[in-house]
């Protein structure tokens, strides 16, 4: 039949289905291959986003690596990693025969300029068998004293710049050691990539529970009027562990609960908890605001408002554990903190004076991470005082991890002739409405990378301020030598932290 | 690990005690201590209320292990009706019951009731169902088997439930599909509609719809030549004919008219073996399939002229009714692509 011809400006078969995009056909270039990140995270997450139908056809990965192992090794050693790690099982193998199909290895050190010229060819070539139209997400999964090597070597070799097709580069954590070292990576990327095509991944932000924080606080009306300095006595922001380091001695050594969580994850937490509403839920408009917070905090006097501290050998959940001096690849005189709480303030219409407490520790007695906001006492109570007695003000907890979900602690009559209160926990899980199985953290990045929008990506002013406010707390600690170990395994930290908390007449939450 | 647990059965026949029984099995008020020390553990979560209703006791069973299952995501207040107008001697019984799951740390927890009606009581059930809902929740009506359009509980229920859900694999006609469409569509109190088949033809529609993101080939679909849908041998066409009458009413939005060809397929029993989408565009003729493999899978492949131009298998897993269920539950207020598609489909 003869019609005449009409122009599209948009593909009418995909309206009303779930998936609001198909990435473009791209080849995603991960060097560090043959890592542990490749191996546990990378794949088994590209696998999940082919097996639900989220990859388009022609996706290819290209793995880099310095590794002497063949092609089919490769493949071998990857396919182990996806039945392994995978979050659904079994692997179906013609799916994943299909994903495979892409997957090719390239053995090369990263600074090797002939290595680029070979990878370039076969990039040329997988455009042109596999209509990946120059599409590239290099993905920097090595130690990082290579990302600035392979970024180099991308721009001149002209690989970051060829042909069509857009190019993006993401950068595993840690993003730099301190503001300085951040620069100059910032400086080095930036050199080849504009900052649209940067995506910096914390892992931490890809959580469906991170982003229902944002659900929470900006899709239920009767929170906001109240999330402000008049309603809010305080904030206890907690990321808690009870693992030790386990294998990571030699990167902690270097790190410390500074750098390891408070620069990023727990950063990360008090800017969505502080943020101001944002008008959209763009990319630089969510950015933008978290920054803001960022920016708003109050100069930390370090000597009255940071504890640091180390674990010793105790015991955690009815086992003895080592201390962090005894764990592998730790100097039996490490001064590197495990532990560490901050007092802070936020300078802003919305927040003045109010203090937000954050914390985070290894060995601790529990897992959990949390923000819970503590709202000040009713302004005046009708009941007789032996009625109220030991009744609290009303916390509201949002928990990340474990157990999903939020509660809220309110003050109700106990049955009875007489007018006596107390204090009750009204819970929400999220799985007693939700049983359904999240995805990784990886697949949502990853798949948000192809799709170019890095809302969940932390931006390069983001980056810069968490170490800045890092820095000045480490210049603080540099000119003092701790007292460490400073607390048990197994407990809450050390006292000072209590000390902390307690000079404002307040308490740590028990999570 | 899933456990299951029953915390408590019993029978009644009038309403309010129904009523009460619930609310001690909701809130851990009831005196078997073991129900207590369960619900009391902690606050519950209800997403929705569900009405079901079947014909006999070999489908109450099948029902029943249906919403089981269902409970791990969609804990509710679930009343089903064991309605059979056509049996002597009136009767009219319920039993109450609350169900709790835990899963990976998690409980959720269900109430349930049965009514179990004879006669003609059967046809007024709607009138014990409205104070059996928990207010505030939206009202799902689940009708497994095809519905009896004529008997006055289905108009009565349509117009207490906000969304009515089929199976329209199920022995649904075409005189079948236009009472559906109409319950749709009609003026006051309609439910909006959802059919397990649309759910079960997501995957199709997903690939169809990205072979067209590809780089190239959106102006190829709308020099779109025709689609066949190839389906099973058993007689049954409703999915087939749901997913030409979905591509249909898709590009009839921009008005283009799309011919669909449906046609037998000896190779598969029942449901859509393949896709052929064909199109002009650059570079002659391009065939765009689908097909259904051995082992829940779908192959996606693009020929354009006489070139193999991209090729790929992805799962298609056979959905369990609790799945296409679930599926349904999470959509609110009309589907209108459904709809449009039911539409074209009967033209």
Redesign the interface.
Known sequence: ?A?A????T??????????P??P??AVMVIFGASGDLTARKLMPALYNL????YL???FSVVGVADTAISEDEFRSRVADAVNKFSRSQPV?R??W??LAEGLIYLRMPFGDQEGYRRLSALLQQLDHD??T?GNRVFYLATLPQFFPVIVEQLGSSGIAHAGDGWKRVVVEKPFGHDLQSAKALNQAIHAVFTESQVYRIDHYLGKETVQNVMVFRFANGIFEPIWNRRYVDHVQITVAEDIGIERRGKYYETAGALRDIFQNHLLQLLSIAAMEPPPNFDADTVRDEKVKVLKSIHAIDVDNDVVRGQYSPGWVAGQPVPGYRQEANVSETSNTETYVAVRLKIDNWRWADTTFYLRTGKRLPSRASEIAIQFKNAPHQPFARTAIQGLTPNVLVMRIQ??EGASLKIAAKIPGPVMRLRTVN????Y??????ESPDAYERLVLDCMLGDPTLFAREDEVERAWALVDGIEQAWATQTPNFPNYAAGNWGPEAADALIERDGRRWRRP | MMEHSELATRAFVDVHAIQEELEQLRWGLHDDGEAAEHAAAEARASVLNLITVVGNETRLRVVTRVLDRLSITNPSRTLILLAQHDRDSPKLEAEVSAQTRTETGHRVTTERVILHAHGEVATHLGSLVTPLLVPDLPVILWWPGRPDFDNPLFDSLCELADRLVVDTDEGFDNAHLERLLGVARRDEARASIGDFNWARLIAWRQIAAQFFDMPGMLPRLAQIHGVTIHHGIDGSLTQAKLLGGWIRSRMASVNIEVPVELRPDESHEHGVGRMLIVTGGEGGVARFSISRLQGARLCAEIRIGDQDFASRTVRQAARSAEELLAIELLLSGHDVLFERALAAALQ
Do not use: C, W, Y
């Open positions: 039949m019609q011809v009409t122009t599209l948009e593909n009418v078969l995909r309206e009303g289905l779930i998936l995009r198909t473009d056909p082919a097996l639900n139908r388009p056809s022609g179906d013609a799916v025969q299909s596999r209509g139209n474990p157990h009204m819970d929400f899980f799985g007693s409405s939700f049983l359904i």
